[in-house]
């Protein structure tokens, strides 16, 4: 074995000799799966990936797993073969048989006993499961087997007793292979292949016939690679070479059209006469992979004995870390001489140098070993190095040279930062201090308040910014240092790191993510956590080639592509995408010449290169997981037809009209990184527009009136296309009083009482108008009493007196139409003018002097004058308490009026189904009632301004509040009122 190893890695020498650690995204019990003995793969038509293992059966969905054993309804818990039919079934093989799960139940079949081929315990353990049209070949127990329309039969095949080992099954033909023999089926005859080898080498026997997406025949053998042609076996040739000294178990194909190879110990690439070993070495596993699989993304899965599944999506990002031979897996510095070598300093094991694949140590003089904080290779080819409690070193390849306190003005030994400005100046910064290396001296730079520097950016001519830990930035010009003041959110961040891009200054933070601060418009754009990031601690920030920001977060890695729009679009890498280290490190990152992009890390180098292949996340489908009722633990069955056979989601479902609380939970489909996808939703049957995109996948609609709806999603994925959308069919059903047959009942019925009831009326009327007429005279006499002793005034009076001279002016003139007109527009108004004495009646009680008073006072007029619409109106937010406010009549007066003229504006010319009042109080006494209705709106800036909008702001002045209408054709209206609560003297 270590002869063949040594054999591989003399041939793979060039490939390995920039040797780093590629991402593969591992998958193992700490993930769900449910045993790490991963035997075989397939993929359903859903985009779901199977797994096949020792302990039982999983499905993974980008996401999580799903598990499967012999308590669900498996045969065995050992799973050595599946596929699936173009219906979704899943087909597996077992130990002790093969079943067919349809996402519910298990259907298990079994030989007929009348054949002389039957089944012993176990099967075997070499299996295979081939489905071609509507047929289904099975390979086990060294036979072939196929199934059709439910029935099992036996395949004869020639070759004597000899076990199968291989089958390859096709439409209209089947190959198999029998030790070292290939057999292929084909027009109801059998034609025989054999291995074309010296006379003096042994064929070897056949372990998988795989064929390629140009028809060729593969077959991986006990003793490497071989493809088949005109009958005859030969072996595959690299570099002139024959390809025959490992043990090859699987094969797939990847998208370029390379082979991939799960062997006996890792995984193999090959690619013409490019070969690529995977192993522990270089991220993979030194185990046996019994399969590999090409997913429909174009992943590449690998099943391994003992470690699980691999996927890898590509080498986007590649990591040096304590796997490749460095000590320290925390990265706290990185440095280039342009040339041929990478600087790392590390935590707690020094520097290092990173050449031709190798990594050495370079130890720093003195006794022990420092943290290495920052790093600067200098334009006279010097590397200077800062650490945490030894001062500075210059290192010119050969010698160190130190630096500390407290010669050389250094306020400390412990270094923060190192960075060399346009006119190459080395900046030196301090937790208490910073110095200027120029003309091989340092001087001191005079700073106030002992700033702890944590970088430094060249922004121009002599002009340096200065970024400190707790005290904001600086500029330092002309030997000046002044604060440096934006009047964003950057003046009261703690800014880490910075980068300038044309005049685009993007700063990262400690705690409000990247910003955006443009020198020329003094504008700001802040991308944080609700805008893409997934933590707002940026630790360090770059440019590409491309124009875009990277940045390195407290959780990830981050690009941040700014759109035509302005908007920032922000793609997240993470583990899955083989960012082995999540937490990054401040300042640690450094762009080479080629565009790629190093980021030191908690957990190693992470190396980001631009322009390799890699998958990106394309959802092949959406998928409904849940539909829940608010407060149900599940829905009752009558509500549907039947349920989801892969989910559990009910069919057809019908909802009684109180069950109108519904969340969904959905999910996309993808193996290449489901963290990357994003959403958007929107319900038809509501007038809402699709949702923004995001990572969401739980949306929740709260009292859905009666009616059919689909609710719709779509998912976009790191590719950047939108894929095949999901639509769920609901009903909420209408309520039988709300149906046209009971409105119809109804009214017949009305009809039928109101005429019982004025039968009945007419006959009592004669008796009850004697008494009827005396209780309403005392009545007005009453209201009479009442009315003259709350007037102290003679607007009572005068208001009588004019109906009565009017009344006397219609008897002793002629009525000609204007009189008539005249006569009848006094009485109009004087009517008019009474009515609106009842609100100042009202506001005369003391009683009703108290905020609630008023608010109900408002409500009571908004039901009087809709109840007999179609205008739903409502109040929300009076509270109780709010009758210890007490506001002056004034006040209240203007209060009520502001919102009686806005309530009958709304119903005569909103045409709206819904007015709702909201009412609120903010800090410091401060009310806010906002009136809003769905109707027709308005252009506030093309409607002439009449009496009503004029006396409304003119009474909202008297309260020394704002008022403010928001509307917009066809989106209705909304009306604003702050105004401050006077206080109690």
């Known amino acids: 074995m270590s002869y063949i190893i040594a054999l591989i890695c003399g041939m793979c020498a060039t490939t390995l000799s920039y040797a780093q650690r590629y991402s593969f995204h591992n998958l193992n019990v700490d993930e769900g799966l449910v045993q790490s003995q991963a035997l075989c793969l397939t993929q359903d038509r859903t985009g779901n990936l199977w797994i096949g293992t020792m302990g039982g059966l999983s499905r993974y969905d980008g996401k999580t797993f799903t598990n499967y054993n012999m308590h669900n309804g498996l045969l065995s818990s050992t799973v050595n073969a599946l596929a699936t039919d173009k219906t979704g079934n899943i087909w597996i093989g077992t130990q002790k048989g093969l079943s067919k799960f349809n996402g519910r139940t298990f259907e298990h079949f079994s030989i007929p006993k009348q054949t002389e081929h039957t089944f012993t315990a176990p099967v075997s353990n070499s299996q295979q499961i081939n489905v071609i049209n509507d047929t289904v070949w099975w390979r086990a127990a060294g036979d072939v087997y196929y199934i059709n329309a439910g029935k099992i039969k036996y395949f004869n095949t020639p070759g004597g007793d000899k076990q199968i080992t291989s089958m390859l099954a096709e439409s209209g033909s089947l190959w198999v292979a029998k030790s070292d023999t290939l057999y292929h089926f084909s027009n109801n005859k059998w034609e025989t292949y054999t291995f074309l080898l010296p006379p003096d080498q042994k064929s070897p026997s056949i372990n998988r016939i795989y064929k390629d997406r140009n028809d ?10 071989y493809s088949v042609a005109e009958k005859h076996i030969t072996p595959y040739m690299l570099n002139g070479q024959p390809f025959n000294y490992v043990s090859v178990k699987a094969i797939t194909q990847d998208k370029s059209g390379a082979l991939w190879l799960g062997t006996g110990v890792g995984v193999m690439k090959l690619s013409g006469n490019m ?38 999506s590509g080498t986007l990002f590649t990591s040096l870390d304590e796997t490749m031979g460095l000590p320290s897996a925390q990265i706290m510095a990185i440095a280039t001489n342009k040339r041929d070598s990478l600087f790392l300093g590390t935590y707690e094991a020094g520097l290092f140098i990173f050449n031709g694949g190798k990594v050495s140590p370079r130890s720093l003089p003195g006794e022990g070993i420092t943290a290495i904080t920052s790093l600067c290779y200098a334009h006279d080819q010097k590397l200077w190095i800062g650490t945490r409690d030894r001062g500075l070193f210059e290192y010119d390849h050969e010698t160190f040279r130190q630096y500390s306190a407290p010669q050389h003005h250094f306020p400390s030994s412990t270094v923060s930062r190192v960075y060399e400005d346009a006119e190459n100046r080395l900046w030196i910064g301090f937790g208490n201090g910073m110095l200027i290396y120029e003309h091989d001296s340092f001087r001191t730079v005079n700073v106030k308040n002992n700033l702890h520097v ?136 450094l762009k080479l010449k080629d565009g790629s992009i190093w980021f030191g890390t908690t957990n190693g180098a992470v190396h980001y290169q631009p322009h390799s292949s890699v998958i990106s996340s394309a959802p092949a489908s959406i998928v409904m997981q849940s539909v829940k009722l608010a407060g149900e633990a599940s829905i009752d069955p009558s509500y549907y037809d039947s349920l989801d056979q892969w989910y559990g989601v009910p069919v057809n479902l019908h909802l009684p009209y109180k069950k109108n609380n519904i969340t969904f939970t959905f999910q996309a489909i993808t193996l290449s990184g489901a963290e990357q996808v994003l959403y958007r939703y929107r319900m038809e049957g509501i007038d809402a527009p699709w949702s923004e995109w995001s990572a969401t996948n739980t949306v929740t609609y709260s009292a859905l009136p009666p009616g059919r709806y689909v609710f719709y999603v779509q998912s976009v994925g790191s590719d950047g296309e939108t894929h095949p959308q999901l639509a769920y069919a609901f009903e909420i059903i209408t309520p039988y009083h709300k149906t046209w047959w009971f409105r119809v009942g109804i009214l017949v019925a009305c009809i039928l009482i109101g005429i019982l009831l004025q039968s009945i009326y007419n006959k009592r009327n004669q008796r009850r108008q004697k008494l009827l007429a005396k209780l309403r005279a005392e009545e007005q006499s009453k209201i009479r009493l009442r009315t003259a002793e709350d007037f102290h005034d003679e607007i009572g009076n005068k208001l009588t007196r004019i ?58 007029f908004g039901g009087e004058l809709l109840q007999d619409t179609n205008v739903n ?44 009042l909201d009412v609120s109080m903010k800090k410091r006494d401060v009310l806010q009632m906002i009136l809003k209705d769905d109707g027709l709106g308005f252009d506030p800036k093309a409607v002439k301004k009449g009496n009503g909008i004029n006396n409304m702001q003119i009474r909202a002045g008297r309260l020394n509040g704002r008022l403010y209408f928001d509307s917009f054709y066809g989106k209705g209206t909304i009306i604003s009122l702050t105004f401050r609560i006077p206080r109690n003297k």
């Open 454 to 589: 944590v970088s430094f950016l060249s922004i121009g001519a002599d002009s340096v910014l200065i970024a400190t830990e707790k005290d904001g930035l600086f500029l330092h010009n002309q030997d000046i240092v002044s604060p440096f003041l934006t009047g964003t959110i950057a003046d009261s961040s703690n800014i880490n790191c910075m980068i300038l891009r044309g005049s685009d200054l993007w700063m990262g933070s400690a705690d409000n993510g990247a910003i955006r601060y443009n020198l020329s418009t003094r504008k700001a754009l802040v991308v944080n956590k609700s805008n893409g990031l997934r933590s707002d601690f940026v630790y360090n920030i770059i440019d590409d080639s491309d124009g875009n920001i990277w940045v390195g977060t407290g959780f990830g890695i981050h690009k941040i592509m700014m759109n035509a729009t302005g908007v920032a679009q922000v793609t997240f890498f993470g583990k899955a995408q083989g960012v082995t280290g999540m937490e990054s490190n401040i300042n640690a990152v």
């Open 216 to 225: 060729a025949i593969w077959l991986g053998t006990g003793m490497g690679l």
């Open 873 to 916: 109106f409502s109040v929300t937010g009076i509270e109780e308490k709010w009758r210890n406010y007490r506001l002056p009549m004034d006040m209240s007066r203007n209060l009520i009026m502001i919102f009686k003229e806005a309530l009958n504006n709304a119903l005569k010319y909103s045409k709206a189904r819904n007015i709702t």
């Open 803 to 860: 109906n009565v001279l009017t009344n006397v002016l219609k008897s002793k003139v002629e009525p000609t139409p204007d009189v008539t007109r005249i006569l009848g527009q006094i009485e109009e108004n004087t009517s008019l003018l009474y009515g609106g004495t009842r609100d100042i009646l009202w506001s005369l009680k003391p009683s009703n002097d108290n905020l609630y008073e008023i608010l109900v006072r408002i409500q009571d």
């Open 275 to 312: 070969l690529q070993v995977y192993n522990k070495k270089n991220g993979l596993s030194d185990n046996g992979f019994f399969d590999v699989l090409t997913d429909a993304e174009g992943n590449i899965w690998m099943a391994s004995d003992g470690q699980g599944v691999f996927r890898f």
